[in-house]
């Protein structure tokens, strides 16, 4: 029996985690080479035997064995096969295998580097990995089996459990329920695993941190050996932030894609901390200074992931308190108490080992500016951390349960994202050390002032929004600054080496991927926020009936009702589909399908809108009702979201920047060979 | 990878004139205006989350102040009209104390009972927009907006949570 298999395999891969945490505990303190060479051996094998088990649970979930409970619960005869095989991320107990997957293939890829150089870092990198991989495979085995079935007790209620209760027989549904249709999104399929994967590669940064702090060996070398790591985690939680907001604007129908729910902002907060960290280990490699703050930042990073997990798995619209009568929050809660109340324990032991070899010297110096970057970030973890507590609070110390909702979250971290967006703009023109006020003035002045044109011209064509004014004069203050950079940079190396610009621009890039590919990022960030101001600030929403034939008016959109259509589409669901033609300027610009589809399994119905994207932004349109028989009238929600691409556009862009900051040199050799040393950088400037 | 990139001296900086006492004072500064942010933020924000029956008895105190309150829904009185975009519909008191909804059986079951006990707390709500997809019978509603003098809830924004789309009830017996 495959569930069996699956189960049992599990089991193994707990004991062999088990095995591997003592091997390399007990190769550590003896200095017995041997044991800790198994022990990683270990941490190899639980790789090939999850992959097993998700892979009996996968085959499970395509072929319809609906006696087992997680298939019934997430799958349909009538779902497609891909869809089967992705509701393995579905429901919590399979995507809490699909984490523990996850988790097995980094620790593995980690044990499968090159460690001649840090092999005293490896049996704790080992302990770290297995002992997280540990914490959430007994999670699976003692409270969330996705291989428990069906029974049918002599009393006559259905049990669920893995083994046959005393006199049970198996029960075998005909059909399971289905997916819930809001998740048959491909932006669902691929959104979970990107935000697992962010999630589960930030623990080896953890844990290569908590080696160094054991083995006193606190230089920056575990830095540099996680960069990537860093890096690649960050790019995946990226990914599956800007993804989600993507399904929700799809999907959910509101004309939004980030309401600040406490589940949105678990997902978000180990992303800001892993920000914040990725700065500020720059300082530690550049200038010998912030080691505690680092040590810091990627404990609780850590702890927010897990925090993260826990709170995102219900999926979509549950909450804590669905969550509560889960047996796993307690379980969650001890975990992560634990972890961060040890992992602070060995950091204050070493804090004399840990101290800086430099200090601040000038407000100006461009680890200055980065500090203020991390305070910024972490201000706003501390904002969106009080906002999800604040109810609990409340509640303990006046009896009353108070809330804040999203108004408080745009509030607080408005000014910090536009400090943020500030810092960008001038960290790049600061030095190392020492930045002298007069020759920061001298670069900064110019950008300064060709931004200003931005905010003027705004105004005098009529915006008068002062936070949109501020919003798009900083977008063009780093657009301008950010460029700049890479046209000095260009400027000097056709000088030097009498390269076309192009190429100069190419090598430039090539030869210094973690300077340029951020500043690619920061151009996506600005992209970004374009497109957040755009939307945020001057959406419009109509809505109304309209008879066959009747138009409705929405900015410079005319949007005519043609006509609506039901039938039943193959998977099982109702779809009721209206055919509407835009109009822009009197120009006819597309053809909309505003639908509903209604779930009969489910008895949901879900909405879906339809967009005519442009630069200019979305024209985004609902079906909110209708008239099922003579079809002589429909009702329409309309948003005008003005810029929403700019949003989408410049998440690629950041993207891009993030895969040419992560990827790996070839050229260090010859570089290093052919350039005297820093002559480059120094005219740069 | 940084070969080329020598912009960084190493080596023991001295402290500057003046020197941490500068770092001190903007640090401070910098903490006490994110401080004033969030308080007042919060201030400005803040709104209570009453269950139904807390809505009913503190209704002289709220007043027509935002608040959010949650509650089951009641199936059979959701109406809709899509020319005006009119929702209405009736919620019944949830228990708000977690521990009380625990022993009652879980989320799903304490919505359940909310619907079926005919003496529990109800409030009859109007919300204008299109109607959420989740909205369907012994569906957890949260719901913001002022309650009105006629007795009425003005919702300005519903968000609808079903915890059996997840717990997923298990089946009748079939063999």
Request: glycine fraction near 10%.
């Amino acid at each position: 029996m495959l569930a069996n298999l699956g189960f049992a395999v599990l089991v193994i891969t707990l004991l062999v985690s088990i095995y591997g945490i003592a091997a390399a505990l007990y190769g550590a303190r003896t200095g017995r080479e041997a044991w800790v060479l198994s022990a990683r051996q270990a941490m190899l094998l639980t790789w090939p035997l999850v992959t097993l088990s998700a892979l009996c649970l996968v085959a499970l979930l395509v072929t319809n064995h609906f006696e087992v409970e997680f298939v019934y619960s997430v799958t349909s005869r009538s779902m497609p096969g891909y869809l089967k095989a992705t509701a393995l991320w579905g429901g919590q107990a399979g995507s809490l295998l699909f984490w523990s997957w996850l988790m097995a293939a980094f620790a593995s890829a980690a044990g499968l580097r090159r460690w001649d150089r840090d092999r005293e870092f490896l049996p704790w990198v080992v302990v770290v990995a297995l002992v997280t991989l540990a914490f959430f495979l007994s999670l699976i085995i003692l409270f969330e089996n996705p291989f428990a079935r069906l029974w049918a007790a002599p009393a006559g209620e259905t049990i669920k459990a893995m083994f046959a209760p005393s006199g049970a027989v198996l029960v075998t549904p005909g059909d399971g329920q289905g997916l819930n249709p809001l998740l048959r999104h491909p932006g669902m399929i691929i959104h979970p695993p990107m935000l697992y994967l962010g999630f589960v590669s930030f623990v080896i940064p953890y844990a290569f941190g908590m080696a160094a702090l054991i083995t006193r060996r606190t230089d920056d070398r575990w830095i540099r050996v996680t960069r990537r790591w860093t890096l690649v985690a960050w790019l995946f939680l990226s990914m599956g932030l800007v993804l989600g907001g993507r399904w929700a604007y799809d999907v959910l129908g509101w004309g939004g894609y980030w309401g600040w729910d406490p589940v949105e902002i678990a997902a978000f907060m180990p992303w800001l901390t892993g920000t914040a960290f990725l700065h500020s280990v720059m300082i530690q490699e550049k200038r010998g200074m912030l080691k505690h703050w680092n040590m810091v930042l990627v404990i609780l990073t850590y702890c927010l992931v897990i925090f993260g997990t826990f709170l995102t798995r219900s999926g979509v619209l549950s909450s804590v308190h669905a969550f509560a009568q889960s047996a796993i929050g307690p379980a969650f809660f001890g975990f992560i108490g634990l972890s961060f109340a040890a992992s602070l324990a060995l950091l204050l032991s070493r804090w004399n080992e840990l101290r800086g070899e430099n200090q601040l010297t000038s407000l100006l110096s461009r680890e200055n500016l980065f500090l203020l970057n991390n305070l910024l970030f972490v201000s706003i973890l501390v904002a969106c951390f009080w906002g999800v507590i604040f109810p609990l609070i409340s509640e303990l110390f006046t009896g009353q349960k108070v809330t804040v909702g999203p108004p408080f979250y745009e509030r607080t971290t408005g000014p910090m994202f536009a400090g943020l967006l500030l810092l960008m703009g001038i960290a790049p023109l600061s030095a190392w050390g020492r930045t002298a006020g007069r020759s920061l003035g001298r670069l900064i002045v110019w950008p300064l002032a060709a931004s200003l044109v931005v905010p003027l011209g705004l105004a005098l064509s009529g915006t008068h929004n002062p936070a949109a004014l501020l919003g798009f004069w900083l977008a063009a203050f780093v657009t301008l600054v950010t460029l700049s950079e890479f046209w000095r940079g260009a400027l000097a190396r056709r000088r030097i080496y009498k390269e076309a610009l192009p190429v100069a621009l190419w090598n430039l890039a090539g030869r210094n991927r973690r300077r340029y590919g951020g500043y690619i990022i920061h151009l996506g960030v600005v992209l970004m926020a374009i497109g957040i101001i755009g939307v945020e600030l001057y959406q419009q929403e109509t809505q109304g009936t309209l008879a066959e034939g009747q138009q409705i008016t929405l900015g410079k959109y005319v949007m005519t009702y043609d006509s609506l259509a039901e039938f039943n589409a193959p998977d099982d669901r109702l779809v009721a589909r209206a055919v509407t033609t835009i109009y822009r300027d009197g120009q006819k610009v597309a053809e909309l399908y505003p639908r509903r589809d209604f779930y009969y399994v489910s008895q949901q119905p879900m909405t879906i809108p339809g967009v005519y994207s442009s630069l200019e932004g979305d024209f985004y349109v609902l079906l909110v009702g209708w008239e099922p028989i003579g079809s002589s009238g429909a009702t329409f929600k309309i948003y005008l979201n003005p810029l929403i691409n700019f949003l989408w556009g410049g998440s690629l862009v950041f993207i891009l920047g993030t895969l040419v900051a992560a990827w790996p040199d070839r050229e260090r050799a010859r570089a290093t060979a052919r350039v005297p040393a820093g002559a480059l950088a120094q005219r740069a400037k | 990878m940084e070969a080329t990139h020598n912009d960084a001296p190493r080596g023991n900086g001295r402290p500057a004139s003046g020197g941490r006492t500068k770092f001190i004072i903007g640090g401070l500064l910098i903490l006490a205006a994110v401080g004033y942010l969030i308080i007042s933020s919060t201030q400005a924000a803040a709104q209570y989350f009453l269950t139904v029956e807390e809505l009913e008895s503190k209704a002289s105190s709220v007043g027509s102040r935002n608040v959010k309150v949650s509650g089951a829904v009641v199936g059979e009185s959701i109406a809709y009209d899509p020319q005006s975009l009119t929702l209405s519909f009736t919620i019944a008191n949830v228990p708000g104390d977690i521990q009380e909804i625990e022993a009652s059986g879980g989320l799903a079951a304490a919505l359940e009972a909310a619907v079926m006990n005919p003496s529990a707390a109800r409030i009859p709500v109007v919300y204008i927009g299109p109607k959420p997809d989740l909205m369907r019978d012994q569906a957890q509603a949260i719901l913001t907006g002022h309650l009105g003098e006629d007795g009425i809830f003005y919702a300005d924004e519903v968000l609808l949570k079903c915890p059996t789309r997840y717990e997923s009830a298990l089946p009748e017996q079939s063999g």
